[in-house]
């Protein structure tokens, strides 16, 4: 009875371990920390139309956005590839009933300008075609 103790004890030892090396408090495990990462890169585009997206969907603003300049764009590995992005986006003519922001023209007229600094941490799982936002704070300029 007592080896059986034992034997349990070590099993659930084990277990509490490998789990906890694969989450550290809820947290995924970092494989590898955010580095600078080209913004012309595929999955970055892929992150910033998904961060896009989710603005102009939240967004009270009858009018779309889109970014105007990407300041910074990382790269971290997890059990996802999370992107941060910090980015100028800025309104554009195109209303949102348009559902496109792509080939619209920003505002030009200096009552209608709005732009806003935004920081986004968008987690994907490309080969899924999936993403989460995991971070949006957005402060006007």
Known sequence: MARLCQSLLLLVATVALVSGSVHAWGRPKVVRKFQDIPET?????????????????????KYSYKVVKVLKSQEQVTESLDYFLEVKIARTMCKKISGENENCLLQQDPQMQKMFYCTFIVATKPWKFEFTMLKKQCKEV
């Open 41 to 61: 890169y595929v999955y970055v585009q892929q992150a910033l139309w998904f961060a896009m997206k989710e603005f102009n969907k939240t967004s009270k603003d």
